[in-house]
């Protein structure tokens, strides 16, 4: 098909590479996501006037032809097509003819791919947040498992405090649930329509946009046109934005695994399958995934300022540079997925040694809570800090398991919560899978094939 904004001139050869680049290769990603728009704009058109039952039916049909083709890997996207909306228009075209020509009536392909994104970024919130809650649970069934294995706890990296193994764990559970509740508010924000906002000033036809909206699943309109459209990007890097957030309570998780599975330390022992070799040196088993997952949530971060250096002096209104933003979004995405299931499967097979972990319990670990004797007799605490500090030969070590049963404030290692934590799970995880089923709803009525992949 020629492209959408076709003239009566062929296009430079060097200029098409350089105008589309990798977008037609991004655009894989897309294509069932604009399926699910051009289907609410094919019944949009219907309630105007402006497509007849039988060319909606047609349209209709053709854009689920396409999902099928899309799923057996049938449904290529060139570098002539620039997109996949292109692509999508023209199959459209081939099958039906006039009725295909008139999908795009009062639609730009700004609002177009602005829709299609929406419907991507929504998806990719509800997917990222159900692999995050897979982390969590994780953590949550490690620190069950070890609930009375006493671990040092840490500042300056130097012994600090009793803790625990499940103090640790629970740690990094809540975290992701904090962001994965984040996440799903974010979603909220992404839960709304830009279509018929057209170029960013709408057009002169009486399109229902609250009708479209209704039928893609989303909750609401993005009002404004303008504003739907000077919202590319930002939307975009909100997203990316908590996608860095996760990756970067991961990447600390990671480097704490690296540390305490030397052995030196011995806590804890990585499965070999989740391990590399070395090409030199026959013994090793090296810790690459944790190391790759500090290195992607670098990666991560700089896809979220990518995004927000390209819009960050752009003028209102459609403006190409948009077009960038497109390659950090799915790289972001697909980095962070990733990320959050290597981590949860790390978790899931890793090995914990109560007895080195145990012996790691020595008698400074236990100052402070000489301290904390001393004030409990009536002693006062600057005078109690300094006289057990002058005399650190005199602490001896206690029993670990019943240091750490001493700590009774909430949050501590004998009050751990780990009830509210799984409460607090299951809160998240019944939001995610109630939002994932209505959309699969939506799906199933405007592009059934959709529905069974997306989700």
Not at 65 to 83: N, Q, Y
Not at 109 to 117: K, P, S, W
Request: charged share 25%; glycine share 6%; net charge negative.
């Amino acid at each position: 098909m020629a492209k959408l904004w076709q003239k009566n001139y062929t296009l430079d050869s060097m200029m098409e590479h350089f105008t589309v680049r990798r977008d037609y290769i991004n655009d894989e990603e897309l294509v069932l996501s604009d399926l699910i728009g051009s289907a609410a704009q094919a019944k949009g058109l219907k309630k105007i006037g402006i497509l007849t039952q039988k060319e909606a039916e047609d349209l209709l049909s053709g854009l689920e032809e396409i999902a099928v083709l899309r799923m057996k890997g049938d449904f290529p996207i060139t570098l002539s097509d620039e997109d996949c909306h292109t692509a999508i228009e023209g199959y459209l075209t081939r099958r039906f003819g006039d009725a295909g020509k008139k999908i795009h009536t009062g639609r730009s392909r700004n609002d177009q791919v602005q829709t299609a994104l929406r419907i991507y970024m929504r998806e990719a919130a509800l997917r990222l947040s159900s692999a995050v809650l897979g982390a969590a649970s994780s953590l949550i069934q490690l620190a069950e498992s070890n609930k009375d294995v006493p671990m040092p706890g840490r500042t300056h990296m130097q012994i600090a405090m009793p803790s625990s193994v499940a103090l640790w764990a629970l740690s990094f559970a809540e975290e992701l649930l904090e962001e994965t509740g984040m996440m799903m508010n974010l979603y909220h924000v992404l839960d709304q329509s830009p279509l018929g906002s057209a170029a960013s000033y709408g057009v002169t036809l009486p399109l229902d946009r609250a009708y479209t909206a209704s039928l893609m699943g989303f909750r609401k309109v993005q009002n404004n046109v303008l504003y739907a459209n000077n919202s590319r990007g930002k939307f975009e890097a909100f997203f990316l934005d908590q996608a860095e957030y996760i990756a970067l309570t991961l990447s600390k998780l990671a480097q704490d695994l690296m540390i305490f599975t030397l052995p030196e330390f011995g806590y804890f022992s990585l499965p070999r399958e989740l391990c590399t070799g070395s090409s030199i040196m026959p013994q090793k088993k090296n810790p690459d995934g944790l190391e790759l997952a500090r290195s992607r949530t670098a990666i991560i971060g700089s896809c979220s300022s990518r995004v927000k250096s390209i819009i960050k002096a752009l003028p209102s209104g459609y403006n190409r540079d948009f077009q960038d933003t497109k390659e950090p979004l799915i790289e972001g995405y697909r980095t962070t997925e990733e990320l959050v299931l290597i981590m949860a499967e790390m978790i899931d097979k890793l090995e914990v040694h109560p007895d080195a972990l145990k012996k790691a319990c020595v008698p400074e670990l236990y100052a402070t809570d000489r301290v904390m004797e001393k004030v409990l007799s009536g002693g006062n605490f600057r005078d109690s800090y300094r006289n057990v500090g002058l005399n650190l030969d005199a602490v001896e070590a206690e029993d670990p398991v019943e240091a750490i049963g001493k700590r009774t404030s909430i949050g501590t290692t004998g009050n751990l919560g780990m009830d509210g934590d799984r409460e607090w799970l299951s809160s998240l995880s019944e939001k995610v899978a109630g939002e994932e089923d209505r959309l699969r709803k939506v799906y199933q009525a405007l592009v059934p094939s959709v529905s069974a992949v997306v989700l």
